[in-house]
């Protein structure tokens, strides 16, 4: 307790974050590969009743890997976001519930890319913001984006 005649004690300045060794540069990677698939899901062709999975889809899976953030340690359930709002994760999550009428539009290897693809997308920020030595450093961000260009390669060769 503070005697009101006293000033109260100095806040105390967090200390500034260190990046990771080669963080800016995965980070990079990941945005690039984030842009990549999303351009891929915007070139689905798709209906206009599911006009929501080439815009708001596509924007989230975008929006998830270009505002990646080790150094966010929000706590939801024991995870770090990593810079994944919930709103984004939502979107990224409510495709499993529109693969049905999906389905009727898109190849089966375009149905698992897109899975692969959101799926993938909604975890890769918990990554660096729980584990960032072994995520960033190691490789396993970088391996991921790996990943889900394969998905979108795979999915192109299937339909030509």
């Given at each position: 307790m503070y005697l009101s005649h006293l000033p109260p004690p100095p806040a105390v300045e967090p200390e500034p974050r260190v990046p990771w060794t080669g963080e800016r540069e995965a980070l990079a990677r990941a945005a690039a590969a984030g842009r990549r698939a999303a351009a891929w899901i915007r070139n689905l062709p798709l209906p206009p009743s599911e006009a929501w999975i080439v815009g708001p889809l596509a924007d989230a899976v975008e929006e998830a890997m270009t505002t990646l953030d080790p150094g966010d340690e929000t706590w939801v359930e024991g995870t770090g976001r990593g810079g994944l709002s919930e709103t984004t994760e939502e979107t990224l999550d409510g495709?499993?519930?529109?693969?049905?009428?999906?389905?009727?539009?898109?190849?089966?290897?375009?149905?698992?890319?897109?899975?692969?693809?959101?799926?993938?997308?909604?975890g890769i920020p918990k990554l660096p913001a729980n584990n960032p030595g072994t995520v960033i450093e190691d490789g396993g961000l970088a391996a991921l984006c790996t990943v889900l260009d394969a998905a979108c390669r795979t999915a192109r060769a299937s339909v030509l």
């Open positions: 495709l499993i519930y529109a693969m049905p009428e999906v389905s009727t539009w898109l190849a089966p290897d375009q149905q698992l890319a897109l899975l692969g693809i959101t799926h993938c997308v909604s």
